[in-house]
């Protein structure tokens, strides 16, 4: 179901749907996540481009697998608890500053952080399936972690203030 430029503040209450798979808020006015409670069955929910400050109220989505919150106004990441089947976060575009509660989602293969607020790329142990991991324009002075993640296969770092080697660092220096 796509209710996309819809001028929305809110997420409508969306009865009846239960099977829904697919649901795109895209391009609207959303401030806050809620009334998607009763859509368990979801595995997509795309809320790019919205004014959402909180990621909150998907604690019952527990097949959700894609979940986009690009261009919203996040601060913190958080409430992600239960959404262990997540494969791919996005969350660029936001103002986040600090890297934490990912590492329960064993199960996440790509994570978006591009045009954030990291000043640190760290805390990434746990996430075993991450394939990739974007970090593009932020303010990233030293990666940790990042050489233990088992399945990276690319790792975004352009336009961030990485200058030279401090013990633990990413990308390692000849």
């Known amino acids: 179901m796509t209710l996309e430029r819809q001028k929305l503040t809110v997420c409508p209450l ?3 749907e239960e099977h829904l798979r697919l649901l795109s808020f895209q391009h609207n006015f959303i401030t806050r996540i809620q009334n998607v409670s009763n859509l368990q069955r979801l595995i997509f929910l795309d809320l790019y481009d919205n004014q959402i400050e909180e990621i909150s109220g998907l604690s019952t989505l527990r097949c959700l697998r894609v ?3 690009g261009n919203n106004r996040i601060r913190r990441i958080s ?3 239960n959404l262990v089947n ?3 976060l996005d969350l660029h575009g936001n103002q986040i500053s600090v890297l934490e509660n990912l590492s329960h989602l064993k199960d996440l293969r790509m994570l ?3 045009r954030n607020c990291l000043t640190h790329a760290e805390n990434l142990s746990g996430l075993d ?3 990739e991991l974007n ?3 932020n303010k990233i002075r030293s990666v940790k972690d990042a050489d ?3 399945s990276l296969q690319r790792l975004f770092l352009s336009f961030n203030n990485i200058s030279g080697k401090k013990s633990g660092a990413w990308p390692p220096l000849p």
Do not use: F
Request: proline share 4%.
């Open 14 to 16: 969306i009865d009846g």
């Open 67 to 69: 979940l986009s919150l």
């Open 79 to 81: 409430n992600l608890d």
């Open 86 to 88: 997540l494969d791919v």
């Open 112 to 114: 978006n952080l591009a």
């Open 129 to 131: 399936s991450l394939l």
């Open 135 to 137: 970090l593009r324009y």
């Open 148 to 150: 233990t993640l088992p």
